[in-house]
């Protein structure tokens, strides 16, 4: 089995109940064709780069897994389909970029900082 990435936009009209069941059944589909998930992300709602089906926002959610073609084709089949999914790509990745990606995540409580001179305040204050 080869490894995936995949990120697909969610209709901005959804409620977050409504999201997780979208991308519950996107989960359900790739272990339903024996894939196997690697890791999810729901990274919210945020404004697109250009109108998708005339709508300016939309939630995105990044699935790492891994699969056949069969799964492939059938995901494809049911992003197409689905009303509350706007956008949507599938790209291969390697291992190697996989732990790349897993070295940048933030660790859990680390602060997130928008910018260098907000992360200098906070350690000038400390001092």
């Not at 109940?17 to 519950?24: A, I, L, Q, T, Y």
């Not at 089906?53 to 897994?65: C, D």
Request: proline share 2%; glycine share 4%.
């Amino acid at each position: 089995m080869r490894l995936y990435e995949t990120v697909f936009i969610i209709s901005p009209e959804l409620n977050d109940d409504d999201v997780k069941e979208c991308s519950g059944r996107i989960e359900e589909l790739i272990t339903k064709y024996k894939g196997e998930i690697v890791t999810v992300e729901n990274w919210g709602k945020k404004r697109l780069a250009y109108e998708v089906k005339r709508q300016r926002y939309g939630t995105y959610i990044l699935i790492h897994f891994k699969g056949t073609s069969e799964l492939l084709k059938e995901l494809e089949r049911t992003y197409k389909m689905s009303e509350t999914i706007i956008k949507y790509i599938i790209i291969t990745i390697s291992e190697k970029q996989l732990a790349s990606l897993k070295k940048l995540q933030r660790p859990i409580g680390e602060e997130e900082y928008s910018d260098d001179r907000d992360r200098d305040r906070d350690r000038d204050e400390d001092m």
